[in-house]
């Protein structure tokens, strides 16, 4: 619940941001996720009962771009795993070291890579968060940077980042995208074009609900899993995928949902 003194403490945040620069209203430092475990525990333990307790805490990243959402949720709720915003922009400038190039921003739009980290180093808790991210430049640098990160990651891992190359929509297909999503990391230029732009490149898509009946088919007999956090930045095209979750958001089985708004 957010209470009276975290929504003050959470505007006087955003506010400071504005100070700073007056485009970072996506930028608001996240107060709530100081106790995020203790809210997904909650949330799970009162939903009749079903066994979704005992699942592990399940994140969708839609739009992950360099992957600092999802290192966030790693180190809110695993953070023995080591994955983190830290130690993710060591590992993308590894990478880009490799290549010979420089990522721009490379430590996130928000300054990301500063954010302090979760005082609890140890506990290892049972975790999959997906990362969507359509641009194949980025999905690239996104597994060469997971390699390094969780170099011994198994079926055995208590907490997975699974990394996928797609884009969320209301619909399931293939859709054109922008050319830029080939061949530059982290672009923000690289969304949904109309059939036939001129260099455009096809990229599959899927909505949130397919993607887990898909991945989940497998749990026969199991109520649909409860995801944690959808979490959006579709660059405008948020109420897209908020469409294609339809399943997901009328079945009461997303604990949270966090998306930009701009009006």
Known sequence: TCTPEVARKQADRMNARFNEWWSHSACPDQVWMEKIRSVFDVAAGGTGGDGDSSRPYLI??????????????????????????????????????????????????????????????????????????????????LLKAR????????????????IHNVGLHEVNGRMAWHGACATAVGDELCTIVPDGTEDSIPVPVVTVDKFLEDAYRAKKGRPPPLVHMLKIDAEGLDPAVLAGSKALLTGNRAVMVMFEFNP
């Open 60 to 141: 969708l990243d839609v739009g992950c771009n360099k992957g600092y959402t999802s290192a966030d949720f790693l180190d809110a709720l695993s953070p023995g795993t080591n994955v983190n915003p830290r130690t993710l922009v060591a590992a993308i400038r590894d990478v880009a070291r490799e290549m010979r190039t420089k990522f721009d921003r490379d430590g996130g739009v928000c300054n990301d890579s500063n954010k302090p980290l979760n005082g609890d180093r140890a506990t290892r808790s049972e975790a999959d968060v997906h990362c969507f991210e359509p641009s194949p430049a980025t999905y690239d640098m």
């Open 147 to 162: 390699a390094r990160l969780m170099p011994g990651a198994g079926p055995g891992e208590r907490a997975r980042w699974h």
